[in-house]
């Protein structure tokens, strides 16, 4: 891997990646605002929805997570798919068929439905992000894996920024048309899904051997260092698509973010109603103070991944975060000062999110090809059991309780708990830092 690189001018490596980077980053950035938004916009329904149809808390906790269920149980499957057939026709499948199932939600009048429908928009979504984490190990080194992770994942905070007062936006449009302001939010954030994946089928390119935008010499470099980095991987982790089910690493990252999962996607669709019920704000309030948390999170996202790229460093850029985390959902729980209480919560998502690009670029230490597909699509599945148990627990926690206090309590010792297993991953020298890595080798018996 080194000598491709020391073979290679850095004229022509910096080009590549800067094309590469212009070229998908941005696109795919934009994809999964738009599924971010598709899959979380039912918090800001809830605003006008719960009450408009009679949902209570645990009716409504069930039917958001209840969108993992499906999420889950097609996730694999959909990867495997997607290493097969190309990320072009596969992504823009995924993109149409959950956008045509978000605008459905806008038919929702009971709680069947709304369960029926939220499951079947996790079953079409299913495979979109452990799709795109796999996609990009196709085009970056593991040297710009963290920081490319991330770019594309600051989708998350920045669909808060523009869905927090678009969605605020929308819901003042309540009775125009004859249609609910949340019937509208619906209608217009679910129809870019598939008006964009159209695009896709014309402008992805599914591997760098295709990639006709690059040079002959960039693609020969991107080509020969991914192929490179590969058979390294292939040569010391030499594990097949099946045994992914029962390798200890893989379930390990799964359980890390299965634990900071629960506590984020609590977080996620109930903030609007919570920072509603703190502050007092309208609607539109809600989505801007909603926003301004998002563009703080941004700014953390990129700044961790960085530094885990140049340090060359993940474990520890992952437990720190999920600190962060958890010690927001204590404060919360604590704080009876309303401004205060909302800071702490911006913890939240600022410590979760900033975890991402170290996290998702670890599978692709250990594994690649159709092992990678299977091994993230895995992680991301027993992850997002999580999505499924965190607004569950605070729909059921409030009703039961009143408050949110004892909900929050449990969430952020789950953040600390994901924290405590991250930083045991530093053992594991396939995924923490070069230093340890050299010192496990220079440990081993000799062959």
Known sequence: MLLSFLSASTDVVTATVRKVTLRLIPFLFILYI?????????????????????????????????FFVGYCLFEVPSNLVLHRVGARRWIARIMITWGAISVAMMFVRTTPTFYILRFLL????????????YYLSLWYPETQRARAIAAFM????????????????????????????????????????????????????????AAHWLSPAERHWLVSEIATERDTCTAAHPIRTLEIFTN???????????????????????????????????????????????????????????????????????AVPLLVTGAGFFACAFLSDPRLAVLSLA??????????????SMPTRFLTGAPAAAGIALVVTIAN?????????????????????????????????????????????ALGDSESAVSAEQQSPAP
């Not at 605070?394 to 930083?423: E, I, N, Q, Y």
Request: with cysteine; charged share 10%.
């Open 347 to 360: 913890l939240v998502p600022i410590g979760h999110c900033s975890a991402y690009g170290p996290f998702f």
């Open 385 to 429: 059991v999580g999505g499924f148990i965190g607004p569950t627990l605070m729909g059921a926690m409030k009703d039961r309780m009143g408050t949110h206090s004892a909900a929050f309590m449990l969430l952020g010792a789950c953040g600390v708990v994901a924290a405590l297993l991250a930083l045991r991953l530093r053992k594991v020298a």
């Open 248 to 318: 200890a690493t893989v379930w390990q990252l799964g359980i890390i973010f299965l634990l900071a999962a629960i506590g984020f996607y609590g977080y996620s669709f109930w903030a609007p109603l919570i920072v509603k019920s703190l502050t007092g704000s309208s609607d539109l309030g809600v989505g801007l103070i909603l926003g301004a948390i998002s563009a703080a999170t941004i700014i953390c996202m990129v700044l961790n991944s960085a530094h885990s790229d140049r340090t060359d460093e993940r474990p520890l850029h992952v």
């Open 154 to 209: 600051t989708a998350v905070p920045v669909s808060g920024v523009i869905g927090g007062p678009l969605s605020g936006v929308l819901l003042t449009l309540n009775g125009v048309s004859g249609l609910a302001g949340w019937q509208w939010l619906f209608l217009v954030e679910g129809l870019p899904a598939v008006l964009l994946g159209l695009i896709v089928l014309f402008y992805l390119t599914d591997r760098p051997e």
């Open 34 to 66: 738009i599924a971010w938004l598709d899959r979380v916009n039912v918090g800001f329904a809830a605003l006008q929805m719960n009450s408009d149809l009679g949902f209570s808390s645990a009716a409504f906790g069930f039917g958001s997570g209840v």
């Open 122 to 133: 996790g079953a079409a979504e299913a495979g979109f992000f452990p799709g795109m984490v």
